[in-house]
């Protein structure tokens, strides 16, 4: 009975996991690379280096670590045997994902802060909103998630039992749930089951609470007022700073859109977490894939999606990033010119010492 039910449970969820599987690569295929572009646009040029643009280079960098993690999870979630990579790595790979979440949530609190002081407190943010504050923020905003995820490193463990090893987080002595057995009396049991329960609870809230919640009803706050402030300088659009408003009303409705972005695509996965916790999906095992799965594919997806909100909503991002394109390809109009002109030694030992020079005559 057990056997044939396992049987039947496995033809319906393969599709669904090679579905999952296809998604999470193409994710991984089409954000790594457009995540560093957005790296090495900011990096490159020097006018793209603005207060903004240093938050959303972090929110980057932890959405490219976020997608990074996709070979691994899908590897550890096609393995019948379990996790294969040992202890350090189940340490680091949860604690990484998890920096990386919190990372996300942060720095899209910190832009919407800063879109709170550009937008509305413009005059009295202007002597503290420098790029070299911006910078340290960024630096203490790092240090404060890797400090939360103290937890989480310190509570990860790797536990083998007899149907495989489980990469998991579980607060308790391990040599209990490891020397578990069929024979185990039903007091050990329930310990066991209850202290499982007990630190899945503890990290699914305190997890929802730093990474979701907080950042997300502090970043509402902040577009809230941003909201009515624009709408009360609708009718002063047309004074001589114009086109300052205009930039600043684009970096804002940027920023609106990761913030939309991510609170739709994560929305679903803490759905699906706190409906586990209250035992919902307890009869529906098919469901309960279904959804979990449709859940993660959102989180890459949000990871994936953010740059391209950088591009199609940031003149400065769509410009910079065809130059960076352009230095990736050989000039043909060069190549031509210097099969029919002499050779220019001057111009030759110019551009050898500095590549990043077109002529002779400019400076980089």
Known sequence: MNTTYEQNFTEVIDPIATAAHVTWSLTALIGIPANLFVLAAIVY????????????FNLALADLLFLCAIPVTFIGRSSREGWRWGPI???????????SQFASAVFIAIL????YLAVCRPIQSKSFRTTQAAVILSIAAWAMVIIEMTP????????????????MLFVGNVTVLENLNESASDVVLNEVEQNMLTSRRFFTSYTFALSYLIPLVAVWYFYFKIILKMCQQKQQMQTKRTGTKRRTAKVTIMGLAIVISYT?????????QWSIEANLFQNSKYLLFVCTHFAFALQYINSAANPFLYVFLSDSFQKNIQKLLRTAKPDKQISLKSTTEPL?????????????????SESC
């Not at 919407?112 to 879109?115: A, I």
């Not at 790797?158 to 990469?167: E, N, Q, Y």
């Not at 739709?264 to 699906?272: A, G, Q, R, S, T």
């Not at 001057?346 to 990043?356: D, E, I, K, L």
């Open 45 to 56: 040029f020097r006018d793209m280096r603005t207060i903004s643009n240093i938050y959303i």
């Open 89 to 99: 790595m189940c340490k680091l790979y949860i604690s990484g994902n998890a920096v």
């Open 112 to 115: 919407s802060f800063d879109r």
């Open 152 to 167: 989480l490193f310190l509570f990860v463990k790797l536990i083998k039992t007899s149907t495989g090893s489980s990469c």
């Open 264 to 272: 739709h695509c994560w929305l679903p996965f803490w759905i699906v």
């Open 344 to 360: 220019d030694t001057t111009r030759m030992m110019t551009v050898t010492a500095n590549p990043m020079c077109s002529t002779a």
